[in-house]
């Protein structure tokens, strides 16, 4: 391809690929993350459940609960009391996610509030958020509990974000409200439990000497356990109505545990579709958010993983642009896809030791520049290859046609000579000079033309090829570029059929009487085969004694009264391929002009052709 196409495209990949990586490392949501949260399910698929986190336990308003209960929402007495049993059973810290806001009667509310004081609790609340330019979530509104619970508990924000599949994939640990940043709901029992709350860093947070990553604006990237029910969950029915004068049967679960409480009751609170369950009760999610922090194993997603993926989609981009200018197609289409699958291979590799990078982003980055970049070179090899068909046609012109497709498709062809077996014929036409004196320039050359294409259409049809035209003469070759048994009898078999067919047009075209004599003559053996010229300006050509010989023995047709000179070597080459015995009319031995040994040869008169080219 032209550079200047290079460098163009070169230049708009590199701007493709560095605008998006730009917008994915600022955190602006495009639909390239729609294709992401495919890969990260299936990558989540093939990584699998994992262990459940020993120290969270959820309490969950279950159908159970109902039936035995009541409905829903259960009266804040019964959950004062189900708050009492969870403390007694040796809960280290509970977490409510049950929106407790608006007030119900006041003794109930003390009651759940005294119930609550017991054990370090933190209550869910829920906001609107404003469509700020923060990638800190910014409250717009927010629904808090009652003052009477309020008071006893801490209050955190229980919003969780879900992607275009409203699978919940991160949860805010931040929260910007009228008061300055709040800790989340999660990020609040997880300090209850550890029993100092966590500091913030710049990229995460840190729980005495350990780091949890979190992604921008402090988000949480959700690690799933495995489908609803793999983190241990125990029904509030079998804490509100145990069996008579046994023990609580929940307080070995809850002693010393993280304690989630919420509802998961079929038609009651929120459900949410995750990459291992189609339904799963929201207080699972919660539970789920809660126990990477508390455990350290979130999925780790931060600013650090999002500059590898924009460093790896440039990269890509520029390998597969490069391997499509430098390659051909198919094995720079190969590299390329290479490229993509181990990239996919990395971060599966990776997921499974809990990093998230994004498998899509390469994809989206390289895809574009790459996919046009092969347009491009296959339009531009396209109209590369009509040139090329182009100025083969026209060198064949020059050239013959088989050394012309020979030179195109190895441009180096004969910059080294070579030495090979060759039969050379040459053919001219004897009174030549005073017919064209007689005929004037222009009718001259109408004249030549029409020999030379029987010369061309003779040779063609014996499989030979014309090496140069010379006015009234022209040089032939059998074995040229590249030898063959059949050589030697196809060089014969064309000596004959060039002196009838040139006689009888000459005869038809009323020359016969200017053109006395149709001369041919005949040889083989070594030639070498090489470039003659200078290095701007080459021609092929054959040379050697083999090819000095067949142009003398015109001399020899002329002398002896014949029309076609065929050498012994010749005949004896011929009767090889045959198998059958070859007698001329005339054998004769003779000299060669400016060669000191002589020759025999085979002689034949215009009148003995036809017999001999059943040969």
């Known amino acids: 391809m032209p550079v200047a196409i290079v460098v163009l495209a070169l230049g708009i ?47 969950a308003i279950d159908d159970e609960t109902l039936d035995a209960v009541g409905p829903y929402p259960l009266p804040r007495d019964r959950l004062a009391e189900l708050v009492t049993r969870i403390a007694q059973a040796g809960a280290r810290a509970l977490a409510v996610d049950i929106l407790l806001f608006g007030s119900s009667r006041a003794e109930d509310d003390r009651s759940l509030g005294r119930a609550i004081g017991t054990l370090p609790t933190v209550i869910a609340g829920a906001a609107q958020m404003q469509e700020a330019a923060s990638i800190v ?27 275009t599949g409203g699978t919940p994939r991160h949860i805010p640990m931040l929260f910007l409200a009228e008061g300055g940043l709040q800790p989340s709901f999660g990020l609040h029992a997880a300090g209850m439990f550890q029993g100092e709350p966590a500091t913030i860093t710049g990229s995460g947070l840190r729980f005495g000497t350990r780091t949890i990553p979190l992604d ?15 983190i241990a969950t125990v029904s509030a029915g079998d804490l509100l109505l145990p069996d008579a004068g046994a023990e609580v049967p929940a307080a070995a679960v809850l002693d010393g545990r993280m304690v989630v409480l919420g509802v998961s009751a079929t038609a009651v609170g929120d459900r949410f579709s995750t990459p291992f369950d189609p339904v799963m009760p929201g207080v699972e999610v919660q539970a789920t958010g809660i126990a990477n922090l508390m455990d350290g194993t979130p999925l780790v997603r931060d600013t650090q993983t999002r500059i590898l993926d924009g460093v790896a989609a440039f990269i890509i981009t520029l390998l597969g642009m490069l391997a499509v200018i430098a390659l051909p197609l198919a094995p720079a289409s190969v590299f390329y896809l290479l490229l993509l699958t181990g990239w996919l291979a990395v971060c599966t590799v990776l997921f499974s030791n809990g990093t998230w990078l994004n498998g899509a982003l390469p994809f989206a980055a ?6 046009g970049l092969i347009i491009t070179r296959q339009i531009a090899d396209r109209i590369q290859s009509r040139r090329d068909h182009r100025a083969q046609e026209a ?6 046609p088989r050394l012309a497709r020979r030179i195109a498709e190895d441009p180096s062809f004969l910059e080294i000579p070579q030495e090979q077996t060759a039969a050379i014929l040459f053919v001219d036409l004897s009174g030549y000079t005073r017919l064209s004196e007689s005929l004037g320039a222009s009718k001259t050359r109408d004249f030549l033309k029409e020999f030379h294409t029987i010369v061309v259409n003779v040779v063609s049809a014996h499989e030979g090829l014309v090496l140069d035209f010379m006015g009234d003469g022209a040089m032939l070759g059998f074995g040229v570029p590249e030898a063959d048994r059949q050589d030697p009898l196809r060089a014969l078999r064309c000596a004959f059929q060039l002196e009838r067919d040139i006689s009888a047009w000459l005869l038809n075209s009323g020359r016969a009487a200017d053109i ?4 041919v003559g005949a040889h083989i053996g070594q030639v070498v085969l090489s470039r003659l010229g200078h290095d701007s300006q080459q021609q092929i050509a054959a040379t050697g ?40 009319p005339r054998l004769e031995t003779v000299g060669i002009r400016g060669r ?3 020759l025999q040869v085979g002689l034949w008169t215009a009148g003995e052709t036809e017999a001999a080219a059943r040969v």
């Open 13 to 59: 990949g590199m701007f493709w690929a560095g605008s998006l990586a730009g917008a994915h490392l600022s955190g602006t949501a495009s639909v390239i993350d729609r294709f992401e949260t495919v890969l990260l399910d299936l990558r989540i698929s093939l990584t699998g459940p994992r262990p459940p986190p020993g120290d969270v336990v959820i309490v």
């Open 137 to 163: 979530p910014v409250v717009r509104t927010m629904l808090s509990p009652a003052p009477a619970i309020a008071d006893v508990a801490a209050v955190g924000l229980a919003n969780i974000v879900t992607d």
């Open 216 to 230: 921008l604006g402090w988000h949480l990237a959700l690690n799933y356990y495995g489908p609803s029910g793999t």
């Open 366 to 371: 390289s895809l574009p520049p790459v996919i």
């Open 395 to 400: 060198l064949s012109r020059f050239q013959s």
């Open 516 to 519: 006395s004599q149709v001369r």
């Open 545 to 584: 004694d083999c090819v000095n010989v067949a142009s003398r023995l015109l001399e020899v047709s002329r002398n002896h009264f014949a029309s076609v000179v065929v050498s012994a070597d010749l005949i004896t080459a011929t009767e090889t391929v045959t198998g059958t015995q070859m007698t001329p």
């Open 596 to 598: 000191r040994q002589e």
